[in-house]
């Protein structure tokens, strides 16, 4: 499983340029970035390399950050290869709180799953076929 | 008879029986006697009511039942102020009758003296001495004064209270915390009065000194008055010096500690209404509200002789809480302080105060006690925003669980305040810290509530 950071958000202006900036002078580089807003406030979820050293350095900049164990998941990049992963994972009872891809540039996607129930669910992915990610595949 | 702690309470003791459960309605016959002999004392002796009873076209003797109190004027904390330093008092300062002198800190403006008779200090030590029966006293009990003796109301008033128990009196005063430690414990005390902060700093210094108060003193009662003190404080001091913690109080205007204090049931403050009338009033209209709502706070004494006032607006707000309580005792019931008048709000009509939405927030182990209070206007109506800043460990990676907070919250506060509150949860550290007196609401409202 990887670590993602998120970061609670205030819907203020700049902010999330603040949040950005304050990665990139620490030389930390972000993979994806994906931002949930509601009418009051947002959630930054990122996959970032050295993470504990992001949520360090956003903690101490006064940014709300956390720490969320997730799943990476290689996934071909054609018409129906987050289905069948969906699929494969509804099937088993396992209910997904949400998820985000990108594209590795490789040919195929990376696709982040935030479940409960992380032994079985590992379990599902693997039994359905596909390959969970290791860290160092995704970050430094 | 266990209570809430799981500890077995002795049978209920009383100090004056006869009148702490005095028939109510010979208790109001009692009330109107002597509020017919204050209001007369007042005019003959005091030419600033004499003034205000004229410019209403008021005489004594038009008082004849006790809803005639509210015919009469107001008193001010700024009356007090002006009338610095002996102009309220009924008898000049070098009359044999004046026994003692107090007075109020006076941090914002004059300070407010008020004199006492020899009797003044026998009734202001009985309602004081209610209290330590209250919390299991009696005369062989052995009580240790730990509020500051002087000019403050709160040394002395437990001293009298001693007396008129015929308690055995450790008079300490404040400071020397070790030494109060020691003498507690070599002493064997059996109830400490002081504030409870002092109590707590108490409790904590034994503690260091390689104590275990709770099982190894003999102290029973803490008698805490003269500063808020949360629930959750209560209980810190309670489980550290293994005592029963009552709640007093008393305003040096007034008297000083005793005006009210709580039974050891702790539901509410006991009001000495053979003493003091207390009327609960809407601070716009002035008018008393009806039975449980909260409101203004005002005394009108009834035996005192030197300093007597008639209807005194506190500006402390509270309400009487309806019922029976289960001492037994008949005297009506206060419910702490909920705030000062100067910090009401008024939301769509309904008053407000800001402890209110701090006692809420203490129930969501989720949110720090860090909070604002943003007031907007939405067209005619106010619209408010409660800023909440949420504890460290609190995941909100999940966004439903942070709308789930936000809606629990607001829930909460409905029921309980009957306003609607769009509750926000922000950033860390963004709501303003302060050393002092936090900034609690922002009011940026168009019209900030109709007059105050």
Redesign the interface.
């Known amino acids: 499983m990887i670590d993602q950071i998120t970061v609670f958000l205030e819907n203020d202006k700049g902010r999330l340029a603040a949040l950005c900036r304050t990665l990139g002078d620490a030389g930390i580089s972000m993979h994806a970035l994906t931002v949930a807003d509601t009418a009051s406030f947002g959630v930054a979820r990122i996959i970032a390399d050295t993470p504990r050293e992001a949520y360090a350095v956003l903690n101490e900049k006064g940014f709300r950050a956390s720490l969320t164990k997730v799943f990476a998941v290689e996934v071909s990049d054609d018409a129906g290869g987050l289905a069948a992963l969906l699929e494969a994972l509804d099937a088993a009872g396992i209910n997904v709180e949400y998820a985000y891809c990108f594209a590795s540039g490789a040919g195929h996607a990376v696709d982040i799953l935030r479940v409960d129930a992380h032994e079985e669910a590992e379990a599902v992915i693997i039994a359905a076929g596909f390959r969970v990610m290791e860290p160092r595949e995704l970050y430094a | 008879m266990a209570d809430s702690t799981g500890r077995v309470l002795g049978p209920e003791k009383y100090f004056q029986p006869d009148i702490e459960m005095m028939d109510r309605g010979e208790l109001e016959a009692l009330q109107l006697v002597r509020l017919q002999s204050t209001v007369t004392h007042c005019y003959e002796s005091i030419p600033f009511y004499r003034r205000a009873f004229d410019e209403k076209g008021i005489k004594p003797s038009d008082v004849t039942s006790l809803a005639d109190l509210q015919k009469l004027p107001f008193t001010l904390k700024q009356d007090l102020r002006d009338a610095y330093p002996f102009d309220l008092f009924a008898y000049p300062v070098d009359d044999a009758r004046v026994q003692r002198l107090h007075a109020s800190s006076g941090t914002t403006g004059n300070a407010t003296v008020v004199g006492y008779t020899q009797k003044d200090i026998e009734n202001w030590g009985d309602t004081f001495a209610r209290t330590i029966a209250m919390v299991g006293g009696d005369e062989h009990s052995l009580l240790q004064v730990s509020y500051g003796y002087g000019l403050f109301t709160g040394g002395l008033g437990a001293h009298e209270g001693g007396i008129r128990m015929r308690a055995t009196i450790l008079p300490m005063s404040s400071g020397n915390t070790r030494r109060q430690v020691q003498m507690m414990r070599d002493f064997g005390v059996d109830i400490l009065a002081c504030t409870p902060s002092y109590a707590l700093l108490i409790a904590d210094t034994a503690i260091e000194m390689g104590f275990n108060p709770a099982e190894d003193f003999k102290i029973s009662g803490a008698i805490c008055g003269a500063e808020p003190c949360s629930e959750g404080m209560r209980r810190e001091i309670e489980a550290k010096l293994g005592v029963k913690v009552v709640d007093i109080y008393g305003l040096s205007e007034v008297m000083g500690p005793g005006v009210s204090c709580e039974c050891r049931h702790q539901n509410g403050l006991h009001v000495a209404e053979d003493h003091f009338i207390m009327e609960i009033l809407d601070p716009n209209t002035l008018q008393p509200v009806p039975e449980g709502e909260y409101g203004e706070v005002a005394f009108t004494t009834l035996t005192k002789e030197c300093s007597p006032l008639i209807r005194y607006r506190t500006r402390d707000i509270s309400r009487i809480l309806p019922g029976a309580c289960a001492c037994g005792r008949t005297l009506r019931r206060m419910d702490r302080i909920q705030g000062r008048t100067d910090d009401m709000l008024i939301i769509r009509g309904v008053n407000v105060f800001p402890s209110q939405f701090q006692e809420v927030l203490a129930s969501f182990s989720e949110v720090t006690s860090y909070y604002q209070i943003v007031l907007t206007s939405k067209g005619p109506l106010d619209r408010m925003t409660l800023k909440v800043e949420?504890v460290p460990d609190f995941?909100?990676?999940?966004?439903r669980k942070?709308?789930d907070l936000?809606r629990r919250i607001s829930a909460e506060l409905r029921s309980n305040l009957q306003v609607s509150v769009?509750v926000?949860?922000?950033?860390?550290?963004?709501i303003e810290r302060s050393e002092g007196k936090a900034r609690r609401v922002i009011d940026n409202r168009d019209n900030k509530g109709g007059e105050r």
């Open positions: 949420t995941d909100f990676d999940e966004i942070i709308e936000q769009e926000k949860v922000v950033e860390p550290k963004s």
